[in-house]
């Protein structure tokens, strides 16, 4: 490992894997891959699985059909379907609690204000595939998206290259959780099939789920014509750790980052004997070298990790100081594992510092809102002369006539209309 003090400029020695998400290369083929998809639709995403998939997929056979979905079970093994009901029942529960609720704040002279939430339409959810197809991405997506209350939820995941299929624990996993449209599609032509739809993928609302960095660069363009969870990229822990951690735990830990395609692993540690030890032990990764657990804390906000794992005397003594983070793991009983597949918690984190501004996927992602304004005729009157200066010095005139055509009478309710009229036309 690169062993390196903490200061200021020790975020520019850190590969955080973003550069590839803001590569001009990248930038370029996910745009015309986009402008293709939504000029020619379900041919253009046929093109480019057959480019990029190294398969035909005819388009009949885009979306996976009923009977693929139910043969699923035959294909796994039967102990999966109870262990993933103990799961799902941990992560629906977890996020039965992090609903919002509309209200209603009923001030003076019959002023009522208020906020009303209500679940997103269509959702489409991006399930990475490849060598190993992240199962657990489907139910850590999908929950949080069903507890809010979404109706049509849409899987897009890459055919395997050798037979054109979908993974059966893939498949049995959306069947358990109720997801029947499932499409054989993936890169940066799902996103888009997705954002703009084509005759056989309807357009959704909203595009979740982590990707590489062409999945990543188009949920970025496509970011306006439908709402995203975040830009992700590579998976990143970074363990903070005082002499009694157990470099083995931390070992462990570091290394299961490197399972991902460009996974990093950072220690940030006030013990020269835990850096000592570590320096040898895992590669690649970093040693940031602190001069206490204060300037640990310090140090991560700065880097904004996508999970941070707390291995001191007190952890509890250090959450409260760690304020960007996607999520944090208390204690050397609580690995990052734990998160990625039973906890409850979505593994769907923020990473390469952006936890600085974005959150780890919720319930709460999936839903809009909207604001709600009731006035009085006596309300509106006592506010009638506060609005009406505003409007004059914003120079608003039609709005300052919309307000007082409320309490013109008559033949003056007449002359205040002609007066908006001849206002618009002028």
Not at 124 to 129: K, S
Not at 218 to 223: E, S
Not at 357 to 362: D, G, I, Q
Request: net charge positive.
């Amino acid at each position: 490992m690169h062993v390196v003090k903490w200061d200021k400029t020790t975020l520019k020695k850190l590969n955080r894997g973003q550069q590839a998400a803001l590569d001009k290369d990248i930038f370029k083929k996910v745009n015309r891959i986009l402008w293709d998809v939504r000029e020619r639709g379900d041919l253009a995403v046929r093109r480019y699985t057959r480019e990029f998939d190294g398969i035909d997929v005819p388009l009949k056979k885009l979306r996976v059909s009923e009977g693929e979905i139910n043969q699923a079970f035959e294909k796994i093994n039967f102990q999966f379907v109870p262990l993933l009901k103990t799961i799902s029942d941990n992560v629906r529960h977890y996020y039965e609690k992090d609903l919002r609720k509309s209200f209603k704040i009923r001030g003076k002279d019959g002023i009522v204000l208020g906020k009303i939430y209500s679940p997103l339409s269509r959702v489409g959810i991006y399930i990475p595939g490849g060598q190993a197809p992240l199962v657990s991405t489907v139910y850590m997506t999908v929950i949080p998206a069903k507890v809010a209350g979404v109706k049509e939820i849409v899987i897009a995941t890459p055919p395997n290259r050798e037979t054109g299929e979908i993974d059966p624990h893939i498949l049995a996993v959306a069947n358990l959780l109720g997801v029947k449209e499932i499409y054989r599609v993936g890169g940066a032509q799902a996103i888009a099939a997705m954002a703009y739809g084509t005759r056989t993928i309807q357009k959704v609302d909203k595009i979740a789920g982590p990707g590489n960095p062409y999945v990543t660069e188009a949920k970025r363009q496509v970011y306006g014509y439908v709402d995203i969870d975040m830009i992700a990229g590579p998976s990143e822990v970074c363990i903070v750790a005082d002499s009694s951690a157990d470099p083995n735990f931390i070992t462990c830990d570091l290394l299961a980052q490197t399972e991902h395609f460009g996974g990093l692993g950072i220690l940030i540690t006030n013990s020269r004997k835990i850096a000592e030890i570590m320096r040898k032990r895992v590669d690649p990764g970093f040693i940031i070298q602190v001069n206490s657990l204060d300037e640990a804390c310090e140090a991560t906000n700065e880097i904004a990790p996508e999970h941070v794992e707390i291995m001191t005397k007190s952890p509890q003594r250090l959450l409260k100081k760690i304020t960007n983070a996607g999520s944090i793991f208390l204690g050397p009983y609580s690995p990052a594992v734990i998160g990625d597949y039973i906890a409850g918690p979505s593994h769907v984190l923020p990473t390469g510092g952006t936890a600085h501004y974005f959150s780890a996927l919720s319930a709460a992602d999936f839903i809009k809102s909207a604001q709600v304004i009731s006035y009085t005729k006596e309300a509106l009157g006592k506010v009638r002369d506060h609005v009406r200066k505003l409007t004059e010095m914003e120079g608003l005139v039609l709005h300052r006539i919309s307000l007082e055509a409320r309490f013109a009478d008559g033949e003056t309710k007449k002359e205040k209309t002609e007066e908006f009229a001849d206002e618009k036309t002028n």
